[in-house]
């Protein structure tokens, strides 16, 4: 079934029953209906293909907005609230979108309504409920009177790509790549949500990841999709994370890698996550260690998933693969979803190689957010798979360091720090060099309550697990790691925050 029309009909199940919790607070499948009904009237006079921007902001009001888009079948363009006012109010401008939507607290940010204004947009504000209702906050739409952001055909979403590694770009997902995504993942997990059923379910979803993040769109239409509730956080906090899993015996939810090991560090009674039986890690590289400590402390298994913004989800592990493979295919972040192939070809070559062997990734999916179904799409993973479908992901083929010629992969070193006993989480990235052209430098983050190791001991530590032109050469503790919506290191970040005399060695 289309996402759109699935989405419908379960928004029209039971008015009356809870479907979003945040706060506390329980708002009701009617709620959302009625802030989609709001959107639907005060959206009427907005050309279909032109976009309706969301400040994605983790609130009921904002995710019942959304809900009620995509059931409408409109274009949706995503704006990150984590950015600055100044960069939030840029980017109205730049995009023009006919409509922008936020909760209260975003309009009252300094400089958005003026940003509306010189967009000849229109502003929206969503009330959760009680009042579950829409407000024109300031009105400059005039159809034909600007060139408006336009959507391209069948568009769904168009978000920012997460950046880690570069500057973030912004992928179209279209209602079809969306619809058949969603399908796949309810086919691999064989969870018995029916595309052909429709129907509440008593099961609820933690979503915490920022809504600008195709993991968090994709957990979000799942959930909702297959007639499940939804329990929202602000941000992820780990304790208040727990406390979420144990009021509402939550079976199965999502947490970034770095979020497991927040968990990790805090002081989180083991009966708090009884009722769990697996984790979903998804959005960033899972060290395979920390896994493994996350399960023999909560006697819950850790699944890895893989996928991208191009792609949505393209490979995970199952609890039944978990159970069968967990140890003959550790490091796998799974196996590839129903409905994807996937292939790697040599670098230099791009000739397509065995099974087995490690080299670009390629994919080929009706999922892909572009070209069509029979093309084959590249990413910048190197990867391997092995004859019983299992995906290995084993760097960035365009995040190596050239350190005069030694190619350094910055993930490789970030896991060998995060395993000194001293560091919570760290992250590797190529600073220039006159003579080298790229030396690796480091910022880590401290177990709470760690005393510093001092930066001679964390490079005699790398030194000792690594070849010696792999040791950074320079490492600085910071407060917390800058982060991606994903809560990924973000990189360039990271490149601002160490910005210091290298020395040429």
């Known amino acids: 079934m289309d996402i759109a029309d699935q989405l419908t009909a379960v928004i029209a199940v039971d008015p009356g029953a809870p479907a979003i919790e945040q706060d506390g607070a329980w708002d009701t499948w009617g709620d959302v209906s009625r802030i989609a009904a709001g959107l639907s009237e005060h959206i009427a ?105 336009r959507a391209g055909e069948d568009c769904a979403i168009n978000l920012k790509t997460s950046g880690t590694t570069g500057p973030p770009k912004r992928v179209e997902i279209t209602y079809s790549s969306l619809s058949a995504s969603i399908a796949s993942v309810q086919s691999h997990h064989g969870d018995g949500a029916s595309a052909e059923e429709v129907r509440l379910r ?115 592990w199952t609890l039944k693969d978990y159970r069968a493979f967990h140890e003959t295919k550790k490091g796998a972040v799974g196996r590839v979803h129903p409905g994807v192939e996937v292939r790697v070809v040599d670098p230099e070559t791009q000739a397509v190689l065995a099974v087995g062997s490690q080299g670009i990734l390629e994919v080929r999916t009706a ?15 190197l990867a391997r798979s092995d004859e019983d479908g299992f995906l290995w992901i084993l760097g960035r083929a365009d995040g190596a360091i050239n350190r005069g010629g030694f190619k350094i992969d910055p993930n490789e070193v970030a896991t060998t720090l995060s395993r000194h006993p001293a560091v919570a989480d760290a992250a590797v990235v190529a600073l220039p060099d006159r003579r080298l052209g ?39 503790i910071v407060d917390s790691l800058p982060r991606t919506v994903a809560l990924k290191p973000d990189r360039q970040a990271i490149v601002r925050l160490l910005d210091i005399e290298v020395p040429t060695s």
């Open 202 to 316: 008593s099961g609820v979803t933690i979503q915490m990841l920022a809504l600008a993040h195709t993991s968090a769109i994709q957990s979000v239409c799942t959930t909702i999709a297959a007639g499940r509730r939804l329990v929202l956080l602000d941000r992820f906090e780990p304790v208040a994370w727990a406390r979420l899993v144990h009021e509402h015996k939550v079976v199965t939810t999502g947490i970034p890698p770095a979020a497991i090991r927040m968990v990790l560090d805090s002081d989180i009674p083991v009966d708090w996550l009884s009722s769990l039986k697996a984790v979903r890690a998804g959005s960033a590289p899972l060290d395979p260690a920390i896994g493994e400590e996350f399960t023999r402390r909560f006697g819950v298994p850790v699944l890895q998933a893989y996928g991208a913004t191009e792609f949505q989800g393209l490979a995970s």
């Open 367 to 381: 999922q892909a957010a572009n070209g069509s179904p029979s093309d084959w799409i590249r990413t910048s993973d």
């Open 45 to 149: 006079d907005v050309p279909a293909d032109a976009a309706i921007a969301v400040v994605s902001r983790n609130r009921v009001e904002i995710v019942s907005s959304v809900l009620g888009l995509l059931a409408a079948r409109r274009a949706i363009l995503t704006l990150n609230e984590m950015q600055s006012d100044a960069s939030l109010a840029a980017e109205i401008v730049k995009l023009r979108p006919a409509v922008v939507i936020a909760s209260a607290q975003d309009w009252e940010r300094p400089g958005l309504l003026e940003a509306v204004v010189e967009a000849g947009s229109r502003a929206l504000l969503v009330k959760r409920a009680p009042s579950a209702e829409v407000i024109h906050v300031r009105d400059c739409f005039r159809q034909g009177s600007l060139d408006h952001f």
């Open 438 to 476: 790229q030396v690796p430098a480091a910022a880590i983050e401290l177990v709470p309550g760690a005393e510093d190791p001092g930066e001679a001991e964390l490079k005699a530590w790398v030194r000792s697990n690594l070849e010696p032109y792999k040791v950074p050469v320079h490492i600085r």
